[in-house]
């Protein structure tokens, strides 16, 4: 087996591809906006204006697999693909998650359910917003959120002994292709999985769009198993994003 492979299927199949265990689960679950998706967003008009009428986003949803996304399923994948605790402090697995602000509530009552009954908070802040059609209502978004989920023990930490705030900044990425409108920015999730696992760990995103975190894995010396089930995203991701990994590991 590779040690990054992204496969164009569900999560929900993953027994077939006999994948390890991970020692972090990092992903960024759907938002299940529906037809609301781009919101405020300057995509909704063309060319951002306004005033030029309505673009062919508008009333569109990102995903037309978003009410296909089972969070309990989710949530049992996860549980059973992250490695046992072990007995020495400072080595637990976790899971990382991105999502919409209100869905951290069912997330943390899910994984209570399946074993992992404890959470910590994440903000993810940027210096822009892509709310700027709310900009009369002056105050506007500009942050993204998420959690950490774990089992009992504290999950592995690398910091040098240091603590780190649950608001991360959130880094711009003008080198990587963007090929999907979620796409998260590499260095964030290099910081993440650089915190959270130690060289050759195993990472998983189950839910991978562009490839981002397992690009951000390979860079940091991990190994990286992803799922998606679009087959655009996947062919993006894997001809666009992880061909930067290694020109021919991806063929």
Excluded at 145 to 167: A, Q, S
Excluded at 210 to 228: D, H, I, P, Q, V
Aim: one cysteine or more.
């Amino acid at each position: 087996m590779k040690d990054i492979e992204l496969f164009n299927d569900s999560f929900q199949n993953y027994k077939v591809y006999g994948i390890p265990k991970a020692q972090l689960i990092l992903t960024d679950v759907p938002y299940v906006l529906g037809n609301k998706a781009y919101a405020s967003n300057p995509s909704w008009y063309v060319d951002g204006d306004n005033r030029n009428g309505e673009s062919d986003k508008a009333g569109k949803q990102f995903f037309s697999s978003d009410s296909e996304f089972r969070p309990a399923e989710f949530m049992h994948f996860c549980s059973k693909m992250l490695v046992k605790e072990p007995k020495q402090k400072g080595r637990s697995p976790c899971m990382v998650m991105f999502c919409e602000f209100e869905q951290q509530f069912k997330f943390i009552e899910l994984g209570r359910k399946y074993g992992l009954n404890h959470y910590i908070n994440l903000v993810f802040r940027k210096d822009f917003s892509a709310q700027v059609l709310k900009a009369n209502m002056k105050i506007v978004g500009n942050c993204e959120y998420g959690l950490v989920l774990y089992r009992e023990k504290l999950p592995k930490f690398n910091n040098d002994g240091r603590m780190i705030f649950n608001c991360f900044d959130w880094a711009r990425d003008n080198g990587t292709p963007k090929v999907h409108p979620t796409q998260k920015p590499v260095p964030l999730l290099e910081r993440l999985i650089g915190i959270f696992t130690d060289k050759g760990d195993v990472v998983i995103d189950p839910c991978a769009g562009s490839g981002t975190t397992l690009l951000a894995a390979a860079n940091m010396g991990r190994k990286a198993y992803g799922f998606e089930v679009n087959k655009g995203f996947y062919s993006d991701a894997k001809n666009k994003v992880l061909r930067r990994i290694q020109p021919n590991l991806f063929t």
